[in-house]
């Protein structure tokens, strides 16, 4: 079991890091993205597009490597349950949105909300697995 | 508590970081918008305006300002030359892009002001939404 947990750990350290690098190459491409769920004023945006990358890039190093994993898997948490709220008003409110999960530039209105939805949902349940076969394994 | 402390950790060397990255970072964004920013109201007013569309060239076939001319930076190089062609020192030009969100105009602005040192170029507040909401402009149908 406490393979399955790592494999888990790793993925999911893989993706944060993955999302925290296509975000800061190009924090302005960032900043615009967040804009477009138009939830936030321009200093937060400003501020989250400076401050997410570098946080996904720690909680995606920490979840990989088990350093300061147990306060690197509940930013986790709570991380994709920020997005996925955001994904969900923004859906709700049929915005045209760009996703800005991996730095892309694709629009709602052609990605569509249901995919990154769905693997922010994916994620969740993998980290939901993984904290549950460690607190089994104690 | 241990994992509040590791959550707080990892959360303040991400603060350093975006620190460090706001000052050294060549893409950084700034906190304000920049001074060059124009309402559509003060737009109307000005004369003479050059009006350059931003957006993607997808989006300049399907609707576009009248007598706006298309310059974007994904076909930088081979736009300029019709920009500088039509383009006068003593006109202001007024960049705009999709909405109010989009940071196409106020790059493609800042581009200009640094690379020709344009100083009379502004960037058009809420952008092609608010030209289609006052009725400037039409969308084409798909």
């Known amino acids: ?138 | 508590m241990k994992s509040f402390l590791e959550a707080l950790a990892l959360v303040l060397v991400a603060a350093c970081c975006s620190v460090v990255a706001y000052f050294a970072h060549p893409k950084a964004p700034s906190f304000s918008m920049d001074a060059f920013s124009i309402s559509l109201e003060a737009a109307q007013e000005a004369e003479g305006v050059l009006w350059v569309d931003a957006r993607t060239d997808e989006d300049f076939e399907r609707g576009r300002l009248e007598g706006a001319i298309l310059l974007n930076e994904e076909r930088w190089e081979e736009l300029l030359t019709g920009f500088l062609d039509v383009w006068s020192p003593d006109s202001p030009t007024i960049v705009y892009c999709s909405s109010q969100s989009c940071l196409r105009s106020h790059e493609v602005a800042e581009r200009l002001r640094e690379e020709l040192g344009i100083e009379t170029i502004y960037s058009l507040e809420g952008g092609w939404e608010s030209l289609i909401e006052a009725g400037l402009a039409e969308e084409a149908a798909q």
Request: aromatic share 12%; charged share 15%; with cysteine.
């Open chain 1, 1 to 138: 079991m406490r393979i399955i947990a790592w494999t888990l750990y790793v993925v999911l350290g893989g993706v944060f890091v993955w999302a925290g690098i296509a975000k800061l190459l190009d924090p302005s491409a960032f900043l615009s993205s967040i804009l477009t769920y138009e939830i936030f004023p321009r200093f937060m945006a400003v501020a989250a597009a400076l401050f997410v990358p570098y946080l996904e890039l720690c909680v995606g190093f920490s979840l990989a490597t088990g350093a300061l994993r147990r306060g690197g898997r509940w930013l986790a948490i709570g991380m994709t349950l920020v997005f996925t709220t955001l994904l969900i008003q923004a859906a709700a409110r049929g915005l045209d949105a760009d996703c800005g999960c991996f730095g892309s530039q694709s629009y709602a209105s052609e990605a569509g909300y249901t995919w990154p939805i769905a693997r922010d949902i994916l994620m969740l349940a993998g980290l939901a697995v993984a904290v549950a076969i460690e607190k089994r394994k104690k």
